[in-house]
């Protein structure tokens, strides 16, 4: 994995591109795409991000090919999730929301922006933005749930 040996800023980089690939339902994404480079021969670094593909508007029941926390849902990116990547990556779960509602922000408004979409047609760019726009609102309703318990406890 890559916290044992891309340190702190590949680990988040990693879960970057996991809550990317569950936020546009790309279940492809297997052990052959994560891929290290060592530019200095020694340390290892994440490769560039590549085949990050919507399969679920293919495949509408597909899961993740690796898991996410346990889980292999891409239907959600929940607390629970989260706090088991934490704990298996020695990290603070709090960083890590702040990471998921970063990177729904970001893709929401690229997708929304994106002129290449309407290359697509109306049945795949539908499904695909619904896709983001469910898994989105899902995660912010689970981190504002989240959120109400610590400030009761």
């Given at each position: 994995?890559?916290?044992?040996?891309?340190?702190?800023?590949?680990?988040?980089?990693?879960?970057?591109?996991?809550?990317?690939?569950?936020?546009?339902?790309?279940?492809?994404?297997?052990?052959?795409?994560?891929?290290?480079?060592?530019?200095?021969?020694?340390?290892?670094v994440?490769?560039?991000?590549y085949?990050?593909?919507?399969?679920?508007?293919?495949?509408?029941?597909?899961?993740?090919?690796?898991?996410?926390?346990?889980?292999?849902?891409?239907?959600?990116?929940?607390?629970?999730?989260?706090?088991?990547?934490?704990?298996?990556a020695?990290?603070?779960?709090?960083?890590?929301?702040?990471?998921?509602?970063?990177?729904?922000?970001?893709?929401?408004?690229?997708?929304?922006?994106?002129?290449?979409?309407?290359?697509?047609?109306?049945?795949?760019?539908?499904?695909?933005?619904?896709?983001?726009?469910?898994?989105?609102?899902?995660?912010?309703?689970?981190?504002?749930?989240?959120?109400?318990?610590?400030?009761?406890?």
């Amino acid at each position: 994995m890559p916290w044992a040996e891309t340190g702190e800023a590949g680990t988040y980089e990693f879960f970057r591109r996991l809550v990317f690939s569950v936020l546009i339902g790309n279940g492809d994404m297997h052990l052959k795409n994560w891929s290290r480079l060592y530019p200095d021969r020694r340390t290892p670094v994440l490769s560039p991000a590549y085949d990050f593909v919507a399969i679920l508007p293919y495949i509408p029941n597909d899961s993740l090919a690796l898991s996410f926390g346990g889980s292999r849902s891409l239907s959600e990116i929940g607390t629970d999730q989260v706090r088991r990547f934490a704990d298996t990556a020695r990290l603070p779960a709090s960083p890590l929301w702040t990471i998921v509602t970063d990177i729904i922000d970001r893709t929401v408004a690229a997708w929304e922006r994106l002129p290449e979409k309407d290359l697509l047609s109306e049945k795949m760019r539908k499904a695909i933005g619904e896709r983001i726009l469910t898994v989105a609102k899902s995660a912010v309703q689970v981190q504002g749930r989240s959120a109400r318990k610590r400030s009761r406890s």
